[in-house]
């Protein structure tokens, strides 16, 4: 049997990024070892770092390795250095929003998972989640207002200023997010909960009416519900573990997804995929990983950082990007035991004397 190579970029950016995407590549390699398969990546610049290097958040030559890899590696770009930059120039922006949109990553899967032992991460009180939080929110990503045209600003004759962003979305788009929705209800309760501003938005009323009939005609055994956005927000504070999978378009995602991040505690633990239309060479989607905290400027450098995201986004592209789903599973266990077993960086900490990113990696290893 050969050995399946599993060809990745890796795009470290900055603040802790660097940290921890070290982290993340011993697990790999320790994971490759152990499972029989081999590693083949190439690391590049992203974000203000890139700026730094070669003038742009997004070089080319990051592009065209990203192109020619079958998944990415994301770590995490911004910081204080580069925040008096113009928007579109800031690294966020100009690194994310293109990636996206040049290998169309239509779909943002992020699992709302809170352990148990973790329950005191959360703002919300323990009676609200006595178990923790399982819950997964998929934000469709590369259309919207994000992205539809017109997006302007022009000066009106009587000297004003008007601004116009615009939200589409076509019935193709709306049910190839569908599919992934419920596609991931089916490996957990198959329940699934499309978000959408049906009482007022014209995209909503399409999204809600495609959502339906798509569910119904492909998959009739997955209860599906619909709420509005507003009541969805309120929702996730009250009890989030009402949803299963929950779903929406893009601009009601980002928001819903950073709730859905805040009540689950420390945003050191929480991965991220942004799976792409396309399949990559092993038959599977190409993707980005990427942890959903940021750069975490105050304390990078000082070998602090908790790891734990960016080796669990490492674990959803071996599971989504190369079908390695065990192997997948046995690291997601192996970050899950060594936390609950009281190793943990000083985030997520609470009573236990905390430890570096290097030792936290250690326990991790050890129980691969
Ligand atoms: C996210 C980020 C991006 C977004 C920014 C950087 C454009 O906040 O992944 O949610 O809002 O889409
Ligand atoms: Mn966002």
């Known amino acids: 049997m050969t050995r399946p190579t599993c060809k990745f970029t890796v795009l470290p950016g900055d603040g802790i990024g660097p940290e921890v995407m070290e982290s993340a590549l011993r697990v790999l390699a320790r994971a490759a ?52 930059l113009p928007p579109a120039e800031q690294p966020e922006r100009a690194a994310l929003l293109p990636l996206r949109k040049r290998f169309e990553l239509f779909a943002n899967v992020r699992p709302g998972l809170l352990y148990p032992e973790l329950v005191d991460a959360s703002p919300l009180k323990r009676e609200r989640i006595p178990h923790g939080i399982d819950i997964v929110c998929i934000r469709e990503l590369t259309g919207g207002i994000y992205f539809g045209q017109p997006k302007e600003r022009r000066r009106l004759p009587d000297g004003r200023e008007e601004a116009i962003d615009t939200m589409v979305y076509r019935t193709d788009e709306i049910e190839r997010i569908a599919e992934v929705a419920a596609v991931t209800a089916r490996t957990r309760g198959k329940r699934v909960c499309s978000v959408d501003k049906a009482n007022v938005l014209t995209t909503s009323v399409l999204w809600r009416e495609t ?37 929406t378009e893009n601009m009601f995602g980002d928001i819903l997804s950073d709730e859905m991040g805040v009540i689950c505690g420390s945003l ?78 000083g985030d997520i900490a609470f009573g236990t004397e905390p430890v570096s990113t290097a030792a936290l990696t250690d326990a991790i290893l050890s129980r691969l």
């Open 268 to 345: 050191g633990m929480l991965a991220s995929a942004s799976l792409g239309a396309a399949d990559n060479r092993h038959g599977h989607p190409v993707g980005l990983y990427e942890p959903a905290g940021g750069t975490a400027p105050d304390i990078a450098g000082k070998g602090v950082a908790n790891p734990c995201a960016q080796i669990l986004s490492a674990a959803l592209m071996l599971r989504h990007s190369f079908g390695l789903g065990a192997t997948a599973a046995r690291i997601e266990s192996a970050v899950r035991e060594t936390v609950k077993s009281g190793v943990r960086t």
């Open 33 to 84: 070892e152990t499972d029989g398969f081999s590693l083949d990546y190439s690391t590049h610049d992203v974000g203000g770092i890139a700026i730094d290097n070669h003038g742009t958040a997004l070089p080319e030559a990051t592009v065209e390795a990203c192109a020619q890899a079958d998944a990415i590696l994301f770590g995490s770009v911004g910081g204080p250095k580069w925040e008096r």
């Open 211 to 247: 959502v339906t009939r798509f569910f119904a005609e492909k998959h009739p055994d997955i209860a599906l519900s619909h709420m509005y956005v507003d009541n969805a927000a309120m929702q996730l504070a009250r009890d989030p573990n009402q949803f299963d999978v929950l779903f």
